[in-house]
């Protein structure tokens, strides 16, 4: 499995962006899909994640409410919608794949598979 991420950038507190992950490889949609991230001198913290099928995802407490994931399986794509966009926001945010079976992780080392990273940068 390869993955590519795409869609970060500069935006302003309030603000909205949405990240892409493109992936390849014919087990892609039998994996479960997050977003992580790390910020400058920071641990890669887990974002969200979401199952194989679409049809449960699961979120850190920061981003509850404000960021929504998905998955496209006739594009083999996984997104990230992020709104109220906030300076803490700020990090490169990575997709990655786990072809685990125990369910959601937030431990980056469960996850198998690693796209590229995004900058995204929240300025207040």
């Known amino acids: 499995v390869q993955l590519q991420a795409s869609g970060g950038g500069m935006v302003q507190a309030g603000g909205s962006l949405r990240l892409s992950c493109a992936a390849s490889?014919?087990?892609?949609?039998?994996?479960?899909m997050g977003w992580l991230r790390q910020a400058p001198g920071k641990d890669r913290d887990f974002v969200a994640a979401i199952s194989w099928s679409g049809g449960s995802t699961y979120y850190a407490d920061s981003v509850k409410g404000r960021f929504t994931i998905s998955r496209d399986k006739a594009k083999n794509t996984v997104y990230l919608q992020m709104n109220s966009l906030k300076p803490e926001d700020t990090a490169v945010y990575y997709c990655?794949?786990?072809?685990?079976?125990?369910?959601?992780?937030?431990?980056?080392?469960?996850?198998?598979?690693w796209g590229q990273g995004t900058q995204v940068t929240v300025s207040s």
């Open positions: 490889g014919r087990t892609f949609s039998t994996y479960t």
């Open positions: 990655a794949a786990d072809r685990g079976i125990a369910g959601f992780s937030s431990d980056a080392t469960d996850y198998d598979y």
